[in-house]
């Protein structure tokens, strides 16, 4: 299985609304992070899970609140978000190896608009 | 912040002719990737060049790494339609950790 699997595929939320992204790999990897891409741009971090604890967060609005409730999952908490929050947001996995990650598996993505 | 530039934006070829793709970055990197992206997907890996190589060939793809200019470059061989996608370059630094920063990114539109 060399699957990461992002759900919802689309999401409408309004600003006062909390709603969650999830995302799961089975492929055994430690690292997993969040990137979110405007259109024609390319993917921006936002967080790094390395080994289930959070490594990086690129100066992240606490509005996103990511989790990592096991090495399988990753969630990322959206509340009171923007309507410029609106965006494609990524999940992807890779391995940690002895010289660092290698290459990254990306899942298909959460289209998400802010209204 | 994106390290890694692109060029070109934009490149448009017909159907049997190579593409090739610029990727610049700034810092030392511990490897250099390639990953392509159709409209509104996610990403899928193509290749992966480490620091201490200076070329790599999977299939119809030609990646070569020049360190010290600090600049690889993505050559499509023969190129398809179904080729038709954005290519973006992304860099994992020498001690940037798990971080992967992704380049501008080229549009490259493959005619029939």
């Known amino acids: 299985d060399t699957e990461v699997t992002q759900t919802p595929k689309h999401l409408v939320m309004g600003m006062t609304n909390k709603k969650s992204l999830k995302c799961e790999q089975h492929?055994?990897?430690?690292?997993m992070y969040w990137y979110k891409q405007k259109a024609k741009k390319p993917p921006e971090l936002m967080f790094v899970y390395s080994y289930e604890k959070l490594s990086i967060n690129e100066s992240v609005p606490s509005r996103f609140s990511p989790e990592c409730p096991n090495s399988s999952l990753l969630n990322l908490h959206l509340h009171a978000l923007q309507p410029e929050d609106s965006a494609l947001y990524l999940c992807?996995?890779?391995?940690?190896?002895?010289?660092?990650?290698?290459?990254?598996?990306f899942g298909q993505g959460t289209r998400l608009t802010v209204v | 912040s994106q390290q890694g530039e692109e060029d070109p934006q934009a490149l448009s070829i017909q159907e049997g002719e190579n593409a090739t793709m610029n990727c610049s970055y700034k810092t030392s990197i511990n490897n250099l990737q390639w990953y392509r992206q159709n409209s509104g997907r996610g990403l899928v890996h193509l290749i992966l060049?480490?620091?201490?190589?200076r070329e790599k060939h999977s299939g119809r793809l030609r990646v070569t790494l020049d360190t010290s200019k600090k600049s690889s470059s993505l050559l499509i061989t023969a190129s398809r339609a179904a080729d038709t996608a954005s290519y973006f370059c992304?860099?994992?630094?020498?001690?940037?950790?798990?971080?992967?920063?992704f380049g501008e990114g080229t549009q490259l539109t493959v005619n029939p």
């Open positions: 060049i480490r620091s201490n190589e």
């Open positions: 492929m055994g990897h430690r690292a």
């Open positions: 992807a996995s890779s391995q940690v190896g002895g010289r660092g990650p290698t290459e990254a598996f």
């Open positions: 992304a860099t994992r630094g020498e001690t940037s950790g798990s971080r992967l920063t």
